[in-house]
């Protein structure tokens, strides 16, 4: 079965400081890959989406970059933080890019920016 | 106009009452539908999908409705593990750089014994 495994859980980062979270995925192949971030008291924003290995598409300008650099790890980055980069961050994936696929998520990081 | 809107609530229910959510969305060419579950600070959960003919699981039932854009769901004999937020969810991309989700804000439900 698939699994998707996320870390770390809860996070606290002065603001200024770097930014890595990792997300990879077992028991599949070639999975599409997302990042969302859910601020307080709002929807799920998506930021990044990749198909392979490599590709990365952006779907908000911001102070974070995502990478792909094997099949099922994808990598949410920051250089820089901001205090408004704070929130529930989620990765998913999604089988395939047919439009009823179903997305399942990682259990998500609170990122506290200080 | 938001792409997908939904009451945040919260509805307070007692247990076994009937509750239903609506959810609106404004891309007409939106090809599918769900519905997710999330509980407080976890990661949401896909409850069920939506077929245009409408579609049950159990005690929970969804219907979309093409020509309005939008979408229910509705909770029978709600029981207290109900307790949750509910988002509303709506594919409004279909290239091949993938699906790409919009999700509503939720809808908040409190169920009480």
């Known amino acids: 079965s698939q699994t998707i495994h996320q870390w770390p859980a809860t996070l606290v980062q002065p603001v200024g400081s770097p930014l890595s979270l990792e997300c990879t995925v077992e028991g599949t192949s070639n999975p599409n890959l997302y990042w969302y971030r859910q601020a307080a008291g709002r929807g799920l924003q998506l930021l990044f989406y990749?198909?392979?290995?490599?590709?990365i598409s952006s779907e908000v300008p911001q102070n974070l970059s995502a990478s792909r650099p094997q099949d099922r790890q994808f990598i949410l980055s920051s250089k820089k933080l901001l205090l408004s980069d704070s929130g529930f961050y989620l990765c998913?994936?999604?089988?395939?890019?047919?439009?009823?696929?179903?997305?399942?998520f990682g259990s998500g990081t609170q990122l506290s920016v200080l | 106009r938001k792409e997908v809107e939904q009451d945040p609530g919260p509805f307070n229910v007692p247990e076994g009452a009937t509750v239903a959510f609506n959810c609106t969305y404004s891309?007409?060419?939106?090809?599918?539908f769900f519905w997710y579950r999330q509980d407080c600070r976890k990661e949401p959960k896909l409850l069920m999908s939506?077929?245009?003919s409408g579609n049950e699981d159990g005690r929970f039932t969804a219907q979309l409705n093409r020509a309005s854009q939008y979408i229910s769901l509705l909770i029978r004999d709600s029981k207290l593990s109900d307790s949750a937020t509910y988002l509303c969810?709506?594919?409004?991309?279909?290239?091949?750089?993938?699906?790409?989700?919009?999700f509503g804000k939720g809808t908040t439900l409190s169920v009480s014994s």
């Open positions: 998913a994936w999604s089988a395939t890019a047919a439009t009823n696929e179903k997305l399942f």
């Open positions: 939506v077929y245009s």
């Open positions: 891309n007409s060419a939106s090809q599918s």
């Open positions: 990749s198909v392979g290995i490599g590709q």
């Open positions: 969810v709506v594919n409004i991309k279909a290239n091949q750089a993938g699906t790409a989700l919009i």
